[in-house]
């Protein structure tokens, strides 16, 4: 039994010398390595999205100096910009003869007298006639015929509408009553505070004329 603990103690020693030779060696205790920390990822930047290509704009209008010229065609429109697909403003006949004052490549403006400019073809116009310049005058929308009516039978068909919607005999002084009298007095027309006939063309208004008019 003392041998056993005799036996232990001389390993407890090596140890703790072999520990004391490490210290000694390194200068430090030693500790565990723990592994280096990653590297932070780096962003990288992404390219920009590839822009598309900036369109052309288009050419603007050369002012040049105003000359007269001849349409040469049949027909030739008058557009609201240099191109086929713009909308059309007037027609000119053949010999019209305008004055141009822009350009933009084949196409020459005109001032027409709204303050716009319009545009017409090159290929259809010519420098060799004799003519007055032709005015462009601007469309504009035509307004609504006003339908024409006589004044004297609206009046009459709105009294008339006034005295079927009345449900007595008595809407108006000069209708009848029952025994064959006169209405007079008697009437709705003649007692203030109840329903208002329309019984004579004075009582009718201009805005019931209006109104009548605009439901036919």
């Given at each position: 039994?003392r041998?056993?603990?005799?036996?232990w103690?001389w390993l407890?020693?090596?140890?703790?010398?072999?520990?004391?030779?490490?210290?000694?060696s390194?200068?430090?205790?030693p500790?565990l390595?723990?592994?280096?920390?990653a590297?932070?990822?780096?962003?990288l930047?992404?390219p920009?999205a590839?822009?598309?290509?900036a369109?052309?704009?288009a050419?603007?209008p050369?002012?040049?100096?105003?000359k007269?010229?001849?349409?040469?065609?049949?027909?030739?429109n008058?557009?609201?910009?240099?191109?086929?697909?713009?909308s059309v403003?007037?027609?000119l006949s053949?010999g019209a003869a305008?004055?141009?004052r822009y350009?933009?490549g084949d196409?020459?403006?005109v001032?027409?007298?709204?303050?716009a400019v319009?545009?017409?073809?090159g290929?259809?116009?010519?420098e060799?006639a004799?003519?007055?310049?032709t005015?462009l005058?601007?469309?504009?929308?035509?307004?609504?015929a006003t339908?024409a009516?006589?004044?004297d039978e609206?009046v009459q068909?709105?009294?008339?509408?006034?005295?079927n919607?009345?449900p007595?005999r008595?809407?108006?002084?000069?209708?009848?009553?029952?025994?064959g009298r006169?209405c007079?007095g008697?009437?709705?027309?003649?007692k203030?505070?109840g329903r208002?006939?329309i019984?004579?063309?004075?009582?009718?208004t201009?805005?019931?004329i209006?109104e009548?008019?605009?439901?036919?």
């Amino acid at each position: 039994m003392r041998r056993a603990r005799w036996g232990w103690g001389w390993l407890l020693l090596l140890v703790l010398g072999v520990i004391g030779a490490l210290i000694h060696s390194n200068g430090r205790a030693p500790t565990l390595e723990t592994p280096a920390a990653a590297p932070a990822q780096t962003l990288l930047s992404t390219p920009n999205a590839e822009t598309p290509a900036a369109r052309p704009k288009a050419a603007e209008p050369e002012r040049v100096v105003a000359k007269t010229v001849y349409v040469k065609a049949d027909t030739l429109n008058v557009r609201s910009s240099p191109s086929t697909s713009a909308s059309v403003l007037l027609r000119l006949s053949r010999g019209a003869a305008i004055q141009v004052r822009y350009r933009s490549g084949d196409w020459y403006g005109v001032q027409m007298t709204n303050g716009a400019v319009g545009w017409l073809h090159g290929a259809y116009l010519t420098e060799n006639a004799a003519a007055q310049p032709t005015e462009l005058v601007a469309r504009t929308p035509e307004a609504p015929a006003t339908p024409a009516y006589n004044r004297d039978e609206v009046v009459q068909a709105i009294i008339g509408a006034s005295l079927n919607s009345y449900p007595g005999r008595c809407p108006c002084p000069y209708n009848t009553m029952r025994n064959g009298r006169r209405c007079g007095g008697s009437s709705a027309y003649s007692k203030p505070g109840g329903r208002s006939p329309i019984c004579y063309p004075e009582d009718v208004t201009e805005r019931m004329i209006a109104e009548y008019i605009s439901r036919r």
